[in-house]
């Protein structure tokens, strides 16, 4: 019995190896896809917002979605320009946030009592000897491109699966043949549909608030680009964890370089991580729950994972990812143990 167990351990270890080996040769072809099909989870619940806006319920369904996908793409390129613009005005600053810097580091060193200071442009040098600016810029500028042709991919498998998305149940139905079956398999996709679409749409609603909230701090402390910096707080938290924190580094080191003191900084520290607390642990809760299910450390673990797999994508994707194999797996007789393991009340639906 023990060997038996242990055989069906080392298999399910090796099928994990190869899926996994395959999910990363195949990333450039899964990830718009899979990009894709979240993406249709979050045009199905605007399309819902959609249809309980009054003069607009008469609307077909597909109507709605077409309309959600125009609205979504819209706010996406705004977003895109708008984020560019603040990013060359920040460009412009970087000379006076080295004056100010440069200020701080004297009077710091100062307080410790150094007396020879480094000129500026011996630290300049020293920097611009360590690293290679001229790749770090060709490998942005090559980030940005294979970013743009995912998207580009991601938008066409967005309307093709919408033409298809109301006749696929039928298909599965003929695919499978068996009745039982195929109904099984549409209630397993459903339980995924509710759970991914309720996830997406409440971590976005949280984002939206947090966003809201670091703005209306940003700008009572007078840090510039207040909306740059808010807009890419609520964008990183949807990744979890590290996603936080990196978000708030980043305007809190620009209010470091813009005031010159360190009072500044410590005062925009304190109140964007309170904003993340409030949002993190009283709201989040409350709105969101663990609508997926997973334990914190299925969750960190995941991100790891999928981090490893597929880089800056795959930490966005690692929870809707995970929880999807977590409900096929809780579907199995075989693999429902491990389901269980993977959930946070060791409870399933």
Known sequence: MLLFNVTKLASGLIVAVVIGWLLVLGKSILLPVLLGIIGIYILDSTASTIGRVPGLRHIPRRGRRLLALLAIFLTLVLIGVFLEANAQAVAQNIPRYQTNLKALIDSAMAMLGVKKLPDWSTIEQTIAGKFDILGFVQGTLSTVQGFGTVMLMTILYIVFILSDLDDMPEKVRKALGDAE?????????????????????????????LAVISYVIMLLLGIEFAMFWAILIGLLNYIPYLGSIVGVLFPVMLSLVQFGGIWHAGVALIALMAAQLFVGNFLEPRLVGNSVNLSGFMVLFSLTIWTAMWGLAGTILAIPLTAVVMIILSQIHSTRPLAILMSESGELD
């Open 181 to 209: 079956t195929a109904d099984r398999s549409l209630q397993i996709v459903a339980q995924i549909n509710q759970k991914i679409g309720s996830y997406l749409s409440a971590k976005t609603l949280i984002n939206v608030i």
